[in-house]
């Protein structure tokens, strides 16, 4: 039963009752913590009042009607003053004096004098209460309930509401979460007070109404998601949504599809990770596994990455999206927006390319799902030739693995070339390109050598730019060991570019100028047997800038002279 059969349940329940019988009903409405109980009764109250909330016999539910949450109120005194009090008629007033309203019940006994009228307060509290008739009252925050609050009290006054002043009674709460003596005197209440139960197992109304300025493709991922994953606490996809709205924020305003999808996806794996260690899915998780590699995991671990690659094969495959978020959960680096815009803007996450990126998975699907042909060694061959340099190298090897099965040799050197050519490119830009991303999980040895000899080979390419290293020397205090190597290897041409053209005109240098980053370099602590190499280099360049003219030599001399202080 979904959520409008629910709805139509609940109205037909009370409709019924209010027309037919003498006497009110109470009706349940039970779920766990955070999945909307509460969210689902006001929505489908509002519904029912949604075209005019005057008064007509037609419609039932233009009658009297309070709403009152337990949280807080410590005696049935309390709870009595909260109902009337909190009554609202769409056809008729009760008039309560504000003073009644706001006394606390430590005072009900007091005698007041009152129009000329001497009486207890109490008693006062014990008419307008008694004028509470023929209304809905919803009992809500049963978990949240006072230990001064007998339930008993409770239980026994909306059972009097309902049998002698003829209300229709709601109760919203999770029996779950009731404790102790109260949730066996509960259980003992519910058979001769409860008529009926509505079970709200489902957060999808609640997405819905929080996320109107989302891709309805977007929004129906994140209830496939709370429905394969059973996570029904929209707590959750609070966060979510804020947390995605504030990534979107930080990219171009034109953004494609695809790239929001991502977002969305990494985003629910990273709150995943962290908020729900029970279901045993880590960061590591995050790439493709053949079913042999996970016969040994639990069944837990293997029913979440199940349930997951059915939401979306995003969720088990690595990109760098999965970087720059991994280190937003784990808060142990800056999340680099300038490279995340690069990809927003990039071919790697373009619609075209994620297109080809599901066609690729799209055929695993089929192969372990027995709907291949013996055109799919072509297929397979002409998928992985197009996701090369999209996909990680565990799912390449992986198709690799399946074209050699089939005894496509000449299939399987052609793709293993072409594999090569992109690892060569791509180490050739950054040596580390592979470190993080694809060394982990089932990638073949034939690949893994294959970068182990090209960086023993080249062990200068691919090492990063002076620039970057000082900038994130000086901005993080955090290295690697390339980036003590690309400074040890160093060049004066390379220090004198820096110095004078490229520090002044990058915007990461706003707040700290040559001068400074030359007094910091030449106390470093990446490698400090470097510093006096540093010093005696920095110092050479000045020396040549100052031979530029009589005006330089001096400014430079001076530079020089400050070197050391």
Not at 275 to 284: A, G, K, P, T, V
Not at 396 to 421: H, M, N, P, Y
Not at 514 to 532: F, G, P, R
Request: aromatic content about 12%; proline content about 1%; some cysteine.
């Amino acid at each position: 039963m979904n959520i409008l059969e629910k709805e139509k349940r609940l109205e037909e329940l009370l409709k019924n009752n209010i027309k037919n019988e003498k006497i009110g009903t109470a009706i349940a409405i039970t779920g766990a913590w955070g999945v909307g109980k509460t969210f689902f009764w006001k929505s489908f109250l509002d519904k029912q009042l949604s075209d005019e909330r005057v008064y007509k016999k037609d419609n039932v539910f233009n009658r009297k009607y309070a709403y009152v949450s337990l949280f807080g109120l410590e005696s049935l005194s309390d709870l009595k003053t909260h109902i009337y009090s909190s009554i609202e008629s769409f056809h008729s007033t009760v008039e309560i004096p504000k003073w009644i309203k706001s006394l606390p019940s430590v005072f009900k006994d007091t005698r007041v004098t009152q129009l000329g009228i001497s009486a207890p307060v109490k008693l006062i509290d014990n008419l307008m209460f008694s004028r509470v008739s023929d209304a809905i009252i919803c009992f809500d925050d049963f978990e949240r309930m006072s230990d001064k609050l007998n339930i008993n009290d409770v239980m026994g006054l909306a059972n009097y509401l309902k049998l002698e002043k003829n209300c229709q009674v709601i109760l919203i709460l999770d029996e779950d979460k009731a404790e102790g003596n109260n949730k066996k005197k509960y259980a003992d209440y519910k058979e001769k007070l409860i008529d009926e139960t509505i079970i709200i197992n489902s957060v999808e109304p609640l997405i819905r109404e929080n996320a109107k300025n989302i891709h309805d493709q977007l929004v129906n991922l994140m209830i496939e998601f709370a429905d394969k994953l059973e996570i029904h606490n929209f707590r959750f996809f609070q966060k979510v949504i804020k947390l995605f709205q504030y990534f979107l924020s930080e990219l171009p305003d034109e953004v494609a599809y695809s790239t929001k999808e991502i977002i969305l996806i990494r985003i629910l794996q990273g709150y995943l990770i962290h908020d729900f260690q029970q279901l045993e899915y880590r960061w590591d998780d995050c790439q493709y596994y053949i079913e042999q590699k996970r016969e040994n995991w639990s069944d837990r671990k293997k029913q979440t990455y199940e349930s997951l690659q059915k939401v979306s094969y995003s969720f088990n495959r690595e990109d760098e999206w999965l970087i720059q978020f991994q280190k937003w959960f784990e808060q142990r680096d800056r999340v680099d927006f300038s490279e995340l815009k690069k990809l927003a803007q990039s071919d790697l996450i373009s619609d075209e390319n994620n297109q080809k990126k599901a066609n690729f998975n799209k055929l695993f699907d089929n192969f372990w799902g027995l709907s291949i042909d013996e055109s799919f060694s072509e297929k397979l061959f002409i998928a992985s030739e197009q996701v090369i340099g999209l996909e990680g190298l565990h799912n390449l090897s992986f198709a690799l693995d399946i074209l050699e099965q089939l005894g496509e040799a000449q299939k399987v050197t052609l793709l293993e070339r072409k594999i090569k050519e992109w690892i060569e490119l791509k180490l050739g830009e950054n040596r580390n390109a592979f470190d993080k991303m694809d060394m982990f999980g089932n990638v073949k040895h034939v690949f893994k050598d294959f970068i182990l000899i090209y960086k023993k080979q080249n062990e200068f390419k691919g090492l990063p730019k002076l620039i970057d290293v000082i900038h994130q020397y000086i901005d993080t205090q955090s290295y690697s060991s390339e980036h003590v190597q690309a400074l040890e290897n160093a060049t004066k041409s390379e220090w004198e570019q820096v110095l004078f053209a490229q520090i002044p005109h990058d915007d990461r240098f706003q707040r700290i100028n040559s001068s400074q980053v030359v007094e910091k370099m030449i106390k470093q602590s990446m490698k400090s047997e470097l510093n006096s190499k540093i010093r005696k280099m920095i110092a050479e360049v000045y020396e040549a800038k100052g031979q530029e003219s009589a005006f330089h030599k001096r400014y430079m001399d001076y530079l020089i002279s400050r070197l050391d202080d």
